[in-house]
């Protein structure tokens, strides 16, 4: 059974940064990325980044997020600048899994809560 360990959420200052981990047990993963859902509102896709590095980002973090991933370590983070309080959700990042048949399957992680306020 996979599962995602995240890190690094938590209470920051408009304007300050943040850095998300993710780390995924398993062995091999093909996407890997970010979501974030705040209170009443739909989750939306923060960032994504596949096995080769190339990257995708939500309109509203285009510019001051940077998702990269370690491999090596099934890792993926999530550095966080120039936040905004309309920035405060919860972050859940996922993984995909490839199986040995090539089938994908999508594992989510717990969720972390990031809170920019002054």
């Known amino acids: 059974q996979v599962q995602l360990v995240e890190s690094g959420g938590g209470l920051v200052q408009p304007g300050g940064s943040l850095t998300l981990s993710c780390a995924a047990s398993g062995s091999r993963f093909s996407g890997m990325g970010w979501h974030r859902q705040a209170p009443g509102e739909e989750r939306e896709l923060v960032a994504r980044?596949?096995?080769?590095?190339?990257?995708t980002y939500g309109d509203s973090v285009l510019g001051r997020f940077t998702i990269s991933r370690d491999n090596a370590k099934n890792t993926v983070y999530l550095q966080m600048n120039s936040l905004k309080s309309e920035d405060t959700a919860v972050y859940y990042c996922?993984?995909?899994?490839?199986?040995?048949?090539?089938?994908?399957?999508?594992?989510w992680g717990q969720g972390t809560q990031v809170t920019v306020s002054s």
């Open positions: 996922y993984a995909n899994e490839v199986s040995s048949i090539g089938s994908v399957e999508r594992y």
């Open positions: 980044i596949n096995t080769g590095g190339s990257t």
